[in-house]
């Protein structure tokens, strides 16, 4: 079972979140680029890119925050970050 937790903050107070469950034989990759769409969908965003700093954050810690410099339209929060629970 793989597990995504995703969540918005704004002045370091929690504004949405959500868990994405993934149980298919997709690779580690596919997994989350699939979970960050279903995210995007439900949280009503453009998705985010990937900068240099997020994908090493992710790769060492399993986290990662998507902040302004990371979206294309303006966003009304300080961040997204999305986490893995279980993999």
């Avoid at 060492?60 to 893995?84: A, H, V, W």
Wanted: proline share 2%; glycine share 2%.
């Amino acid at each position: 079972m793989f597990r995504l937790w995703a969540k918005i903050l704004k002045d370091n107070r929690l504004i949405k979140d959500t868990v994405i469950y993934n149980d298919s034989s997709d690779t580690r990759t596919h997994k989350i680029l699939q979970a960050l769409e279903d995210i995007c969908v439900e949280f009503d965003l453009g998705k985010p890119i990937w900068l240099e700093i997020n994908i090493n954050e992710f790769k060492k810690q399993g986290k990662t925050r998507f902040n302004s410099d990371s979206f294309i339209e303006p966003i009304d929060f300080d961040y997204l970050e999305i986490q893995i629970i279980e993999e």
